[in-house]
């Protein structure tokens, strides 16, 4: 009799430790898959952003290297190399504006760019459910008498 007793007892263990393993499932599996997928999803932020950065101080450089052209040539020059860039690289990226500026010898290239974010229950920090990012790079090419220039008066001091 004793031995019954043990085993009934054992069987509702094994039943209440069931359940709690339901409860679990039902609770925190969900929670730990949307933050498997937020995780992810900013992985591609943050590489769409790096390739932006990346093909924009390109240009930027591009555009230094060439300084001897007149000012309206260099700009379509930079924006030739904007409009031709490969924006198929970009896996959730929306590229939207660009902007380059020359000024005498500094020139600025800036970008924007946004990813829609489709979990709307997830997103605590923007309205419209897209991530933006924004980045401007500039530069500044020297003549080439003023480098000349520079390292002989600092020749002289030495």
């Known amino acids: 009799m004793n031995r019954n007793n043990s085993n009934r007892n054992k069987s509702n263990k094994n039943r209440f430790v069931k359940g709690y393993f339901t409860v679990e499932a039902t609770c925190i599996y969900p929670f730990?898959?949307?933050v498997i997928l937020l995780v992810i999803y900013i992985?591609?932020?943050l590489y769409d952003?790096?390739?932006m950065e990346q093909d924009f101080a390109g240009i930027l450089v591009k555009g230094i290297a060439h300084?001897?052209?007149d000012a309206t040539s260099r700009s379509e020059y930079m924006e030739n190399q904007i409009s031709s860039m490969y924006r198929d690289q970009y896996l959730c990226w929306d590229l939207?504006?660009?902007y380059t500026s020359i000024n005498g010898?500094?020139?600025e290239v800036s970008a924007k760019g946004s990813i829609y974010f489709p979990f709307e229950g997830l997103n605590f920090w923007s309205e419209d459910n897209t991530w933006e990012a924004e980045r401007t790079y500039g530069g500044k090419r020297y003549p080439r008498m003023f480098i000349v220039r520079t390292f002989r008066k600092l020749e002289g001091l030495f």
Request: net charge negative; glycine share 6%; proline share 0%.
């Open 67 to 69: 300084m001897e052209i």
């Open 32 to 34: 730990v898959i949307a």
């Open 49 to 51: 952003r790096c390739l």
């Open 96 to 98: 939207g504006e660009t």
């Open 43 to 45: 992985w591609f932020f």
């Open 105 to 107: 010898y500094n020139i």
